[in-house]
Every structure is written in structure tokens, then in C-alpha cells.
């Protein structure tokens, strides 16, 4: 064990090999960890702005705009363009996009799963109370830092 590696360098761990393992199940779906994302998003909240998406996942726009076109071209989402304003787009999941919605979060489930493989239930709510506090605190620095209404729309979902 390398004692070195530290907070920043196990999330990054946790994360990249999460986002490995997603990627490897939604080829299935012809789809990507990023557009996962995105379809979920969407599962969530439609008739939403494509900027609005971009400053939710704080991305830039044209990765969005690269997301958005890959899941239009596959079937999922329909952009149509905002009444009130012609260059704004908006976004819905198309009805083969509402199908796999259930699929694609039993995979996260799965994969959860699978990252908290012989941990009890109380150790998992344990861990996820301290990562809960871990990214409040580090939302509350970066708040003062620059981007307060990122951290704030973050601190009010995830909770003091």
C-alpha cells in the first residue's frame, strides 16, 4: 500500500475506474460515461436548456454540444430550438431514450456494487456521510473562490 497516494488520488482512482467500467457497459447502448450523464440528467429534468446542461455538469459548451449530437444521432434526445429563442436549444429524451433509462442505472447500481464489495451497510452509509461532508467542505472553499453558484446549486443537493 502506498501511503502517499492521498484523498485527491483515490477519488481519482475511484473515478477513472468507474468511468472505465461505465464506458465498457454502455457500448451496449452505443454510448459513452459522458452521455450517461447526460441521458440521466435528462431522465430528470426535460424541455432543458443545452447551456443550462453545460453549466450544471460545469463543462464547457461544445463538449455538451458534442455529447448532445452523438446521443441525437443514436436516437435518445431531441434538441429543438427554443421559441422565445432561436439560438438557444432545448433537450428531451425521445422514447428510446426513456426505454433504457431503467438499464443504464441498474448498471450504475451494478457498478456501485461492485465498488463497495465487502463493505457492510453501515460502513457504505459511513462512507457515504464522510464523502457527503468531504464535498461540502470542498464546495464551500471553492465557493469563496470564484464559482458560488456551482457550489452553492451542489451544497443545497448534497446537504450540510
Known amino acids: 500500500m502506498d501511503p502517499d497516494i492521498r ?8 473515478y477513472r475506474s468507474h468511468s472505465i467500467a461505465l464506458n465498457a457497459e454502455m457500448k451496449q447502448f452505443c454510448l459513452s460515461a459522458g452521455q450517461f450523464l447526460v441521458l440521466i440528467h435528462l431522465s430528470k429534468e426535460q424541455n432543458i436548456m443545452q447551456e443550462d446542461l453545460a453549466q450544471h455538469f460545469h463543462i464547457d459548451k461544445s463538449t455538451i454540444a458534442r455529447a448532445v449530437r452523438s446521443l441525437e444521432d443514436a436516437g435518445y434526445i431531441l434538441r429543438k430550438v427554443d421559441q422565445s429563442n432561436r439560438r438557444a436549444v432545448r433537450l428531451f429524451l425521445t ?11 441498474r448498471i ?3 457498478l456501485e456494487e461492485i465498488a463497495c464489495d465487502g463493505l457492510s451497510e ?13 464535498a461540502v467542505n470542498s464546495l464551500t472553499h471553492v465557493k469563496d473562490s470564484g464559482d458560488g453558484e456551482y457550489a452553492h446549486k451542489w451544497i443545497s443537493k448534497i446537504g450540510p
Not at 484523498?7 to 475511484?14: E, F, Q, R, V
Not at 453501515?122 to 468531504?134: F, N, P, S, T
Open 122 to 134: 453501515e460502513e457504505r452509509d459511513q462512507l457515504l456521510a464522510l464523502l457527503r461532508k468531504v
Open 7 to 14: 484523498l485527491a488520488g483515490l477519488i481519482s482512482i475511484i
Open 108 to 110: 450504475e447500481r451494478q
Open 95 to 105: 422514447d428510446d431514450g426513456k426505454k433504457i433509462i431503467p438499464d443504464i442505472l
